[in-house]
């Protein structure tokens, strides 16, 4: 024969094609993927690595390793805060954009709480660490992504399954290909449409589909401030149309103030603050420290036997005397006609009274008002253009609870609910067929939370409630709250269009290449080409901006 002959059967061209494909898919979806971290890498990064410590009446700068809970250090003008801690001298705005999302600096002084790494914008600061390593927020929150971008989505375990079968299936197919064209007498043939169906079949696009959402996905909401627990929350969400909302610290700021003090007959108006200042001291609720504020240039006396009743009120000793300070919901005493009066006159208004009793008698009503959170008027509005259901449920009377939620514009209202009862109202609307996210901050919100089909916690809640929630909106912003939701659906969205274009793929794709009409080369390219598109389609999450 001719030299030369038979260079038309080795397929050199072929095998070059298929590996030049590959490995440029290869490189490709690594360089994607790579970006698809960006934002945890970014969010790893932020802390500062070095920090200036008070010691023996100076200041040393000593790596960030080297600073324990209880250290004082100095955060000059532009620098990063160290760690988490309590401002002990001066004032300054800092910049927490990377914790809130939000560009706007917020004023610290003294007394007040600050993140590790924010920005210190203008003032010299000290700050007492608090928190350090991996306990401070900053650590938290990349643990929380970290685990949610680790975790598989219900979708993506439908895929595992489905790959199990079809993967055999492929075997199978390509085995059948390689008899069909070899009986047909075409060895040549044969191997080149069962090669060819091994190489498009590869279901790498598969595996590369959830993943890659969830990194991107998980990686913008840390970027707006937004965390997700897990990719089970992807799911929760697309079913969600009712959202219940705590009042205090979630619809309103939850900063309470006194507005008025009303004396009963033969009681002073200082007798009455001092006396419920002094069992409020030990309370964390928001009314208990407006009451203690009111009192703070009076004196106060000391109080032993202090109770707190969660949603009813506290109580204690002072001297022989007992006192309570309670909603007057959970009263089962006369009140003389003033007393009524103020206390009408204040639900009517939407401020909250409390009862202050002495030996079980009443003698003083406290007035205290909450303020509606900036923008939670816009957010219900949205919610409601979303097609979700606002529900305002709170343990405050009903004339408060109706006056909040006039304003915000919230149809239905459930008001005087004790803690243990939020559960019940959640289980209520649930069964009532409605799919509830609970959006709470309090102690008494996180069984409702968790009770919830999706439990929302506000970052600047306590940590009980953010544990027993799915999603933490790290700044308290009502309006991120269907920002959460939005961000989980169109990145359940994205993986649902990246399975179906893995499948789809294959589908329409290894028929032709068990006819023999796709040599392995085109295969080769076709297969590389599926990855980068599922990586490139999943990239799109991180222009993901919410419409306000």
Not at 199 to 226: D, E, F, K, N, S
Not at 250 to 265: F, K, L, N, Q, S
Not at 482 to 505: E, V
Request: a negative charge; proline letters at 4%.
């Amino acid at each position: 024969p001719d030299r030369g002959a038979g260079a038309s059967f080795i397929y050199l061209e072929a095998a070059a094609g298929v590996t030049t494909f590959i490995l440029a898919g290869r490189y490709a979806e690594k360089r994607a993927k790579i970006r698809a971290g960006d934002a945890l890498r970014a969010l790893m990064n932020l802390g500062a690595k070095d920090v200036v410590i008070r010691r023996s009446g100076g200041e040393v700068r000593v790596p960030i390793a080297e600073l324990a809970v209880g250290d004082e250090f100095v955060v000059r003008p532009g620098e990063k805060i160290a760690t988490d801690g309590v401002v002990v001298e001066g004032a300054s705005a800092v910049d927490m954009s990377m914790l809130t999302g939000e560009s706007v600096p917020v004023e610290v002084t003294v007394d007040d709480n600050v993140v590790g790494a924010t920005i210190n914008t203008s003032g010299r600061l000290v700050v007492r660490a608090t928190h350090v390593g991996s306990d401070t927020a900053l650590a938290q929150m990349a643990r929380m992504v970290e685990a949610a971008q680790a975790g598989k989505a219900q979708v993506q375990r439908l895929a595992d399954r489905i790959s199990g079968v079809f993967v055999p299936a492929v075997m199978l197919i390509a085995l059948a290909a390689l008899i069909f064209w070899w009986v047909d007498g075409s060895v040549l043939t044969a191997f080149t449409a069962a090669v060819s169906v091994l190489i498009i079949a590869c279901p790498c696009a598969l595996g590369l589909a959830t993943p890659t959402a969830l990194m991107v996905g998980t990686g913008r909401g840390a970027q707006l401030g937004i965390l997700l627990s897990g990719p089970e929350v992807l799911e929760k969400t697309r079913r969600i149309d009712t959202v219940v909302l705590d009042k205090t610290g979630t619809v309103t700021t939850g900063e309470m103030r006194v507005d008025a003090i009303h004396p009963a007959a033969g009681v002073t108006s200082e007798e009455v603050t001092t006396l419920a200042a002094a069992v409020e001291k030990g309370s964390e609720h928001p009314i208990g420290h407006a009451i203690v504020v009111a009192a703070q240039d009076l004196p106060v006396p000391e109080v032993d036997e202090f109770d707190a009743a969660h949603g009813v009120g506290v109580s204690g000793r002072v001297g022989a005397s007992s006192l309570a300070v309670s909603g007057p919901a959970h009263l089962d005493v006369e009140l003389d006609e003033g007393l009524r009066s103020a206390i009408d006159d204040a639900q009517a208004a939407g401020a909250t009274p409390v009862v202050v009793l002495r030996d079980g008698a009443p003698i003083g009503v406290i007035v205290v008002s909450d303020t509606v959170k900036p923008g939670a008027a816009e957010a219900i509005s949205r919610m409601k253009k979303a097609g979700l259901r606002p529900v305002l449920l709170t343990g405050d009377n009903a004339g408060a609870a109706r006056h909040v939620a006039g304003i915000v514009g919230i149809g239905t209202v459930i008001s005087d609910v004790r803690p243990e009862d939020k559960v019940a109202e959640v289980v209520r609307l649930q069964q009532a067929g409605a799919t509830v996210a609970m959006v709470g901050d309090g102690i008494n919100d996180a069984p409702a939370l968790a009770q919830a089909d999706l439990g929302i916690a506000m970052g600047t809640g306590t940590d009980v409630a953010i544990a027993a929630s799915d999603v933490t909106v790290v700044d308290g912003d009502l309006n991120k709250v269907l920002d959460a939701i939005t961000l989980s659906r169109a990145t359940l969205r994205t993986i649902k269009q990246n399975l179906f274009w893995a499948f789809g793929y294959n589908v329409a794709a290894i028929p032709l290449a068990a006819a023999a009409l796709l040599n392995p080369m085109i295969a080769g390219a076709a297969m590389a080409l599926s990855s980068v598109f599922v990586v490139l389609n999943s990239l799109r999450l991180r222009r993901f901006t919410p419409r306000r």
